[in-house]
């Protein structure tokens, strides 16, 4: 579902401008998301409302930064440039888990985490790893950098903020953070644009981007590391380079090559050594 946001991202250049998008996209998931849990975020209004100050920082790191931003970044930047420089997040999660929450780490999850990031960079240089030494740094490249710090920060706080709402209802009340956030950039953006028209294409993908990448990934994301931890949880990015590239072939017709499989072949393990549980959470658990 989170890959789709790369078509949404290749496709809203000349169509919609970055911030319209995002709000479009928070908004309407937002209320997707509080029509199913209105009876909880009306029993816990008063501590939601208590906790306003968290809604607006999740907000800006999860729905302004890597909302509106990656749109931004994807008009001057490349495909290969965005998914080379998010596959670093994990890793800052990672290492945030551990460092900030104490989340325990074995040797076997490091090296799946090594090993997966590897696969990841396979994928996004196409085999040839020469491609590294040709990356030109533009203004979008220092987007999706910011990005994937606050990401980061995002699915840390995430964790670090306990609620006593569902993931469902939390993700409501951050997408209403959210959307008040990036209100006043998108008016600004709508009243800088000169006879702007709004497309039909414009409202389809808003609604995409809210259905898919915005209330699917994020509640499955929220879901996860609520029950497995942020680390353990990060790992499961690394299968976003896989999933784009199956998206982008059968949407905007690139082709899908060897370095698909080989980097296949290194994630998926990865994937599987880094969520295994350390022998610390296996006896809490029998405790």
């Known amino acids: 579902m989170w890959s789709v946001n ?10 919609i401008s970055p911030h319209v998008l995002a709000l479009g996209r928070w908004f309407l998931a937002g209320l997707i998301l509080a029509t199913i849990a209105r009876a909880e975020l009306w029993r816990e209004r008063k501590s939601t409302l208590n906790a ?17 931003w990656v749109y931004w970044a994807a008009e001057t930047t490349s495909a290969i440039n965005i998914a080379l420089i998010y596959a670093a997040s994990p890793v800052l999660i990672t290492l945030g888990a551990v460092i900030g929450l104490k989340e325990s780490f074995s040797w076997r999850q490091g090296f799946g985490v090594v090993l997966a990031l590897l696969g990841v960079l396979h994928v ?7 491609a590294l030494s040709q990356v030109i740094w533009v203004l979008g490249d220092g987007l ?15 964790k670090k903020w306990v609620s006593p709402l569902s993931s469902t209802a939390r993700l409501a009340a951050t997408c209403l953070g959210g959307s008040l956030v990036l209100l006043p950039f998108a008016m600004t953006e709508w ?26 990934a994020y509640l499955a994301y929220s879901f996860c590391q609520k029950t497995l931890g942020a680390s353990r ?13 199956l998206v982008a072939w059968l949407f905007l017709d690139e082709t899908l090559g060897w370095h698909h499989a080989m980097g296949t072949l290194m994630i998926l393990p ?5 969520s295994q549980k350390t022998q610390e959470n296996v006896q809490k658990v029998e405790a």
């Open 52 to 68: 306003w100050p968290q809604y607006l920082v999740l907000g800006s790191l999860g729905m302004l930064i890597c909302g509106a």
């Open 233 to 245: 949880v990060a790992a499961s990015l690394y299968m976003g380079p896989l999933y784009g590239s």
């Open 191 to 216: 009243l800088g644009t000169a006879h702007a028209e709004w497309r039909f294409e414009a409202s389809l993908l808003v609604v995409v981007a809210a259905i898919f990448p915005g209330v699917g």
């Open 6 to 15: 790369y078509v949404v991202a290749k496709t809203a250049p000349g169509i």
């Open 144 to 158: 999706i950098v910011m990005a994937m710090v606050s990401w980061a920060a995002y699915a840390l706080l995430l």
């Open 270 to 274: 990865g994937i599987y050594l880094a």
């Open 124 to 130: 996004v240089v196409k085999g040839q790893w020469t």
